[in-house]
């Protein structure tokens, strides 16, 4: 966690989640908190093809960080565990 200052004063503070499921150091989602409000960070990692989608759906239209990240958490499960 990193917390800053915006020139205007006001707090920002960056988090990163990486599940344990992840398969590499590249697998992490990068946040923002400022002023009540969290927001994605485009990485190379939400940039791939399938997680953009899904960052597009949950957080976007769905306005649901939680339902994004349970998703993204049954996927890696299951593509770390069935494979």
């Known amino acids: 966690m990193d917390e800053q200052q915006r020139p205007n004063g006001i707090p920002v503070t960056r988090f990163t989640l990486q599940s344990i499921y992840a398969q590499s150091d590249e697998e992490k989602l990068e946040f ?3 002023s009540g409000n969290t927001n994605i960070l485009g990485n190379g990692y939400t940039s791939q093809r399938d997680i ?3 960052v ?3 957080i976007r239209k769905l306005n649901s960080i939680p ?3 349970a998703n993204l958490t049954v996927e890696s499960f299951n593509r ?4």
């Open 32 to 34: 923002e908190y400022e």
């Open 52 to 54: 953009s989608h899904q």
């Open 56 to 58: 597009e759906i949950f």
């Open 67 to 69: 339902a994004f990240t």
């Open 80 to 83: 770390r565990t069935l494979s």
